[in-house]
């Protein structure tokens, strides 16, 4: 690992939910997860720019005026990665909302609700398991060399495990259900 990678990664922030709910007025809150994820749940005041997405020049210009930038996701994972991207490019004073909206959720904070829908984690999951049981199923019957579908799967899943990264994930994040902008209109989404 670089110095430069190295020095990038411990200087990324993470910050508590409450913490994040206190200091709003001074943070943007940039949501990097998908816009149907956005759409389903969302902190009050967040903007919403896809990690697939990710343009630093645009996150600086929306930076404009306030003290940090905290990048909230899922869970996490995607803001960090996130954070390492932005701040490759430069950009000061990130943090990263630990736990991501599933803390926010869990610590009873406000947040705006929409239409339901799957998160990519569950997405990932439901592909990989399909794949793998189709290479299986087609490896018994057709020819066995359909089990190598199930193989190349796994050793994806364990990569991602491994490296925190997801090629699935990436692919999924682009489908035209995941990319869909949000129809949040006045009234239609009610604090909870």
Known sequence: MSDHHTHIQ????TIAPRQVNEQQSDSLLLDVRTPAEFEEVHVQGAINHPLTDLNS???????AGKRTCVLICRSGGRA??????????????LQIMFGGMQAWESEGLQVI?????ISLERQVRIAAGSLVF????????VSPAWIALSAF?????????VT????MAMVLARMPWNTRKPAIEPGCCSPS
């Open 10 to 13: 411990s200087s990324l922030n």
């Open 57 to 63: 020049e645009y996150v600086r210009n929306l930076m």
């Open 80 to 93: 960090r990665q996130a954070a390492e991207k932005l701040a490759a490019s430069g950009l000061p004073n």
């Open 113 to 117: 609700r929409g239409r339901k829908t």
């Open 134 to 141: 189709i290479g299986s199923v087609l490896g018994y019957l």
């Open 153 to 161: 799967v796994g050793a994806g899943l364990v990569f991602a495990g």
């Open 164 to 167: 925190d990264t997801c090629g």
